[in-house]
């Protein structure tokens, strides 16, 4: 049986008193593609951002390789270098040129040999096509280009599980396809452990091991990703998928 790495429990998410998440149940085991999909405003960014501390939950539990997490700032910011996340938005530091950007963290929060970084920096760059970049700033780059640096960065910290929210939300179309072939690549590879809100359907159905369905904050569906395509369980999902011409 594949080890799980991640086990989410009885999560609930409030903003006031309007409940965004209820009573959420999933694992993910590792090497596992698991895509995150449902209508504008169904808790899908909330969930994830849930899951490396970015928002905060009233209760439930969240287990990361058997161990508890215990929310707490400091303890967020160490699990952040196992749980890699990339944004819509790239996030890259404007003064810094796209290597200095990839080794900020490695270096100076997993206190690195810089080196040894640096060369796997540089290889992470020529595996998405951006190696000549490595010494240009992010006012140089196009939005694709920024946002293969994004993903590289967090790769750089050799993270456990990878987030991805809504990657190619503010990429022009013809920039989407090469950032959903990059991710696509990492999950035929079979290592990366992924976790990825998404809308492109097609996408989704190329790459994802399991479908969680969610509409108003709830886990509607926890299908296999081809069944959910084929035959999802519930009126809603097929309805929905409809909806995104699929």
Known sequence: ???EILKVSHLNKFY????ALHDINFDLKKGEVLALLGPSGSGKSTLIRCLNGLEEYRDGEIVFNGAKVE???KNWQRLRQKIGMVFQSYDLFPNMTVLENILLGPTK?????RATVEQEALALLDRVGLKEHANSYPRQLSGGQKQRVAIVRALALQPEVMLFDEVTASLDPEMVRGILDIIKELANDGSMTMLIVTHEMNFAAQIADRVLFLEDGRILEDTPGQQFF??????RARDFLESMDF
Request: proline share 5%; no cysteine.
């Open 71 to 73: 929310p707490s700032e």
């Open 16 to 19: 006031g008193d309007w409940q």
């Open 1 to 3: 049986m594949t080890e």
């Open 230 to 235: 084929t035959n999802a369980q519930t009126k």
């Open 109 to 113: 929060v997993q206190k690195r040999d």
